[in-house]
């Protein structure tokens, strides 16, 4: 597994997330930005089972 | 094998003690998430004196109680409508409705929000990654696109990968198979009732032979056993010209298990889920190989409608090789999942799994692939009629069989049949899923 730098994917993982979040947060209600990061929000879901969720496992 | 022949190296080769920690972390997630969210959940949790917080290790699941298709249907119906208790999250995240097929009864409602639809297609692309499906292929899907969820996620999946899609929807078999042929399409995904009813509409109602004038190089077969039975698998390799993968998942559980290039056994998902089987009769939790129990599942990280502990009533049997040569370590099913409880009935007091009468009849070239079992009762003796229709090609004299299949039988499955011949084309045909076995002993 050592070739894969998993818990770097991590934080940037994380990063998004937080990004995603801030941008809804500050998004005043704008149906096309807060139904599209609801979008990525569920990408990045995909990436913290495939990537994230390791972190401590492996 | 190298990283790209995975959707994700780093699961798909985790070693088994790693996926295991996983799965207990995710097992815990998913049920505290329930018991957090869904009344349902919580209801049955507290009067079953279980907290979340009693789990600490795979051992102590079977604490957990079990769910099932009618306590699913019980739940729902009611507010938040149609879903019910079972429902958790706000119902103005779901964005999906589906619905199980109903074979069994009243169909289950199923709601997805956009993550756990996001969740069915990434769970499909480690299935069809495993069975080579890549950004150069020409996927067709010849299903009905509607309430039922049948290759929907299998669509999403095959886009998520960068294939190029066909969706066959609303075209007849005739017309779709003239799209595979026109467009070249080079993979395809269906239940093996109409892979097969595909290929015998091509040869005689277009004069092609799939094998030769199309271009398709793999098929996923899903929705009902049978590319899990050898004699089936095969009959649709040869007619076809193609690989032939066998794939499972219900609209509650989602997808779950899928055969790779190998076609060495049907590998369960087990990063995204957790399976154990438990022996039908006594209920006991069966670990080894050798020995058919009725799988128990839980569904890790799709929230929505959780999926905790589901007797799914499926019969599957451990592999007895651990390691698949394709270097996944998620544990394999021996001939994938070869009935369901509810089928598997005892006969003449002997268990008959109707597979078994398949996968004879199916081995057998002198006869057809459409087959009907029924089972009477005359006074206090069962009674079994086996129909079977005559290959279309065949000229001979077909009783000339009779012995052979009469032993394959036995063997097969310890019973004694009525045999009864028919000419080709007079048995019924199925679309999606087939009911070819009757049981009518409680109706006389």
Redo the contacts between chains.
């Keep these: 597994m050592g070739k894969y730098k998993i818990e770097d994917m991590a934080k940037k993982i994380e990063l998004l997330k937080q990004t995603a979040t801030e941008l809804k947060r500050i998004s005043g209600g704008i149906q096309a930005v807060d139904c599209n990061v609801d979008r990525i929000l569920a990408s990045i879901k995909m990436l913290e089972i495939n990537i994230s969720d390791l972190v401590g496992t492996i | 094998m190298n990283s790209g022949e995975y959707w994700?190296?780093?699961?798909e080769t985790?070693p088994r003690e790693?996926l295991q920690?996983?799965q207990l972390?995710?097992f815990k997630s998913i049920l505290k998430w329930a018991y957090e969210n869904s009344p349902f959940y919580r209801s049955l949790y507290k009067g079953a004196g279980l907290e979340p917080g009693d789990i600490k290790t795979l051992d102590d699941i079977t604490k957990v109680p079990k769910t099932e298709k009618a306590m699913l249907r019980e739940a729902q119906g009611k507010e938040p409508y149609p879903y019910g208790s079972i429902l958790s999250v706000p119902i103005e995240q779901v964005t999906e409705y589906r619905q199980t097929s109903g074979t069994t009864g009243q169909p289950v409602y199923h709601p997805e929000?956009?993550?756990d639809?996001?969740?069915s297609a990434?769970s499909w692309a480690y299935a069809l990654y495993a069975q080579g499906y890549r950004d150069y292929d020409r996927v067709f899907l010849p299903f009905g696109y509607s309430v039922n969820i049948a290759f929907w996620a299998g669509h999403y999946a095959a886009e998520k990968i960068g294939c190029e899609v066909v969706p066959g929807g609303v075209l007849d078999t005739e017309a779709r198979i003239l799209k595979m042929k026109e467009l070249k399409a080079t993979a395809l995904m269906a239940t093996p009732t109409y892979i097969l009813g595909m290929a015998d509409t091509a040869r005689k109602k277009l004069g092609l032979d799939p094998a030769k004038d199309l271009n398709i190089k793999k098929i996923t077969a899903a929705g009902e056993p049978g590319a899990c039975i050898p004699a089936t698998k095969k009959r649709m390799e040869e007619m076809w010209g193609a690989k032939v993968y066998d794939q499972i998942g219900a609209t509650e559980i989602g997808h779950w298990g899928f055969e790779c290039q190998a076609q060495a056994g049907l590998h369960i998902l087990e990063?995204?889920h957790l399976v154990e089987i438990e022996d039908i009769e006594t209920g006991a939790t069966i670990t080894e190989p050798g020995k058919k129990g009725s799988m128990v599942i839980t569904t890790f990280?799709r929230f929505a409608h959780p999926c905790i502990r589901f007797d799914s009533k499926d019969v599957i049997e451990w592999n007895p090789v651990e390691k698949c040569e394709c270097g996944r370590t998620f544990r394999r099913l021996k001939g994938g999942v070869v009935g369901r409880a509810d089928d598997i009935t005892k006969v003449k007091g002997v268990l008959l799994a109707p597979t078994a009468i398949e996968e004879v009849v199916r081995s057998i070239p002198e006869l057809g692939d459409e087959y009907e079992v029924t089972v009477t009762k005359k006074g206090d003796i069962d009674d079994i009629t086996l129909k079977m229709e005559i290959a279309p090609d065949f000229k001979g004299n077909i009783e000339a069989v009779e012995p052979k299949l009469v032993q394959q039988l036995r063997l097969k499955t310890g019973l004694r049949y009525n045999l009864e011949f028919h000419d080709y084309g007079t048995l019924p045909r199925y679309g999606v899923k087939a009911k070819r076995f009757k049981d009518l002993r409680h109706k006389e």
């Design positions: 994700n190296p780093v699961l985790l790693k920690q996983l972390k995710k929000t956009w993550q639809w996001d969740w990434e990063a995204f990280d």
